[in-house]
């Protein structure tokens, strides 16, 4: 909890509140490449590098709401203030810009319907944000070391990141070809998933002091550079293994779970989050 100011207004911790100013600015900006791109479509010309600077900007928004819950931890500076705060940049970054970026992409061409199920994914999005700040709020401290369903940011990171898979692919291109129908069903289906009963480790656990063995820190390193290489293509490899990891952590062992996870024996130990 934020200690009070003397005039009863909550204190803003500086840091990590700039990280969740830079989520918010990405998902702006994001939402303004978007709009650059939907009147390269109605004048008829490539609309891509818009598209493009749009996904970039919502992974980058992804970064930065990593960044403001580790920086806010590691000073013991977590607030009521600072939830609020990261979820209404969250509902720009990770609500309204992928749901607009699929309809300008693919759901235009359906006016009837294809505004819905951009809708049905804001909503959801935006839902899913206030039962989470709910539970924070009763949940005592240490009480989330999982999410309940899928988190938005990386619903978001999963429909970026596809979708600049698919404009590789389409490289050159006027329209991105038929496997642009995927993102819609995607978008319904991450719908589902951020309210369904799966959990996701928040990975809260890894901090600055988690150890790691030789082998396991040069494996992180590869993947990490080859990421960076591979960048048009790998980090949809990265969100979908995540996506994935929820079907199928309750087959996995304790052990395997405490050292995907980076979890201490007395975290397993805790009860889960309601």
Known sequence: MSDPAPNGSPKIYLLPNLMTAGN????????????EGALLQDQQLPPFAPFHEAIWFILGACIFDMLDGRLARLGGHESPFGREFDSIADIVSFGLAPALLIYRIVLRESPHYGWLVAFVYLACGALRLARFNCIAAASGPGADKDFKGFPIPA?????????????????GEHEIGQWRYVLPVLMLFLSFMMFSGFRYPSFKGVNWRTQKSIPRFLAICIILLFTVREYEWMPAILFI???LYGFLRPSLSIKWRREIEEEDEDDEEAPPPP
Do not use: D, E, K
């Open 24 to 35: 918010l600015y990405c998902g702006f900006a994001a939402t303004r490449s978007i709009l």
């Open 155 to 171: 619903a978001a990171g999963v429909i970026a990141s596809i979708t600049l898979f698919l404009l590789r692919m389409q490289r």
């Open 241 to 243: 293994a995540y996506l």
